[in-house]
């Protein structure tokens, strides 16, 4: 379906297979499942919008999220001769960081 300059304030809006254009987007969650493109252009997003991957998309996000773990956790092991304690502050480092940046600073919300 396609929208075009029409105003959304405080709902869920589901992207998938969804055209959105020159709209407006104030307090609203967009939620995106992977089971079709979308498209966004020229549109007013408030910061205060959040996105929600479910499905498919939910499950990219987990994946890429253990990837972005992996490759620090590998350059940390990687890094040469060092204490194993100062390993270990690094790696709950990384995690943390990883985690925080994807989920809170990001404000994604994965279900």
């Known amino acids: 379906m396609k929208f075009q300059k029409k105003p959304f304030r405080g ?3 589901a992207l998938d297979g969804n055209e959105y254009e020159h709209c ?4 609203c969650t967009f939620v995106f499942s992977a089971t079709a493109p979308f ?9 205060d919008c959040r996105f929600e991957f479910t ?6 996000v ?5 990837i972005e773990v992996a490759r620090k956790s590998m350059a940390i092991v990687q890094s040469g001769p060092q204490s194993l304690a100062g390993a270990d502050i690094q790696l709950v480092s ?3 960081e990883c985690v925080d940046r994807e989920v ?5 919300r994965v279900r």
């Open 11 to 13: 709902e869920r809006i």
């Open 24 to 27: 407006s987007f104030e307090s």
């Open 39 to 47: 498209r966004l252009a020229h549109n007013d997003i408030s910061a």
């Open 55 to 60: 499905g498919a998309a939910a499950d990219t």
């Open 62 to 66: 987990t994946a890429m999220r253990g």
């Open 94 to 96: 990384c995690l943390t």
């Open 104 to 108: 809170l600073s990001a404000n994604v």
